[in-house]
C-alpha cells in the first residue's frame, strides 16, 4: 500500500507505475498527476518561498506560535478580533491555493485554526521549483500506470480551483483498476482533507474500512 498527501500523490503513482508488483494499492489525498509548467525555471530561481510579501517567514512563524500559545492573544494584525482570526484569514484568503478556502477552510468550520498552526509550522520555508517543470509522467511511464490495474481510493478538496476535482479524479482513473473510488469533498480546503475538523468522519475512516477490505 501506497499513501499520499498533494504532491506526494504524484510520487505515489510514479511509485505505482514503476514497481506494480509492490503496490496492492493506492490511498491518496488530494493531489493529481502533474502539476507541470511549460518550459523552464525562471533563471537562476531554484526554490519556491511558502512566506508572503506582506506575511514574511518571521511573521509566519510568530503568528503560527502565538496561535499555538494563545489563539485568543491580540492580533498582529489590528483588523482582527484575535490571532486565531489572523489565521483564519491567512489559510483562507492565501492566493497561492486560489484563496477562499483553497489552502484550508476555517471560515466555514472544516478546520482549526490550533491544528492548522501545529501543522503549518513544521513545514520548510523552501519548496524546490524544478518539480514544477519536470515531467515525471511521459507516455512510457503512463502507459506502465495503466496496465497496472492497482486500486484506488482518493479523496479531493474543491476549494483550489474549479478543475480541481476533475484531475484528482482523472489521475484516480489512470491505473486502469475497476476499483476506484473518489471522494469529492464540497467546501474543504486543502490541508483539510488530512487535518479538518471533519477528516476523522469523512476521510480517514472510510479510507481504513477500504483498507480492511484490501486485505480480504
Request: charged residues 20%; proline residues 6%; contains cysteine.
Amino acid at each position: 500500500m501506497v499513501a499520499g498527501f498533494s504532491r506526494g500523490v504524484s510520487f505515489a503513482y510514479l511509485f505505482a507505475a514503476e514497481h506494480p508488483q509492490n503496490v496492492a494499492g493506492l490511498l491518496l489525498f488530494d493531489g493529481y498527476i502533474g502539476h507541470g509548467e511549460t518550459g523552464s525555471p525562471p533563471a537562476g530561481i531554484y526554490a519556491e518561498d511558502v512566506a508572503g510579501k506582506h506575511l514574511t517567514w518571521d511573521k509566519r512563524a510568530a503568528l503560527l506560535k502565538l496561535v499555538i500559545d494563545n489563539p485568543h492573544a491580540p492580533a498582529p494584525i489590528a483588523k482582527y478580533k484575535d490571532a486565531a482570526d489572523n489565521l483564519d484569514h491567512v489559510v483562507y484568503d492565501s492566493a497561492g491555493f486560489g484563496g477562499k478556502g483553497g489552502l484550508a477552510n476555517p471560515i466555514d468550520g472544516f478546520s482549526d485554526r490550533a491544528i492548522l498552526a501545529r501543522v503549518l509550522i513544521t513545514y520548510d520555508r523552501y519548496w524546490p521549483i524544478v518539480q514544477d517543470y519536470e515531467d515525471s509522467f511521459p507516455p512510457a511511464v503512463m502507459a506502465g500506470l495503466r496496465r497496472s490495474k492497482i486500486p484506488v481510493f482518493a479523496f479531493s478538496s474543491t476549494n483550489i480551483a474549479p478543475e480541481w476535482p476533475d484531475r484528482v479524479a482523472k489521475s484516480a482513473a489512470s491505473t486502469g483498476s475497476n476499483d476506484m473510488h473518489v471522494t469529492r469533498l464540497q467546501g474543504w480546503g486543502h490541508l483539510d482533507v488530512i487535518c479538518g475538523t471533519h477528516a476523522v468522519r469523512d476521510v480517514f475512516t472510510p479510507a481504513l474500512e477500504w483498507l480492511r477490505r484490501l486485505r480480504e
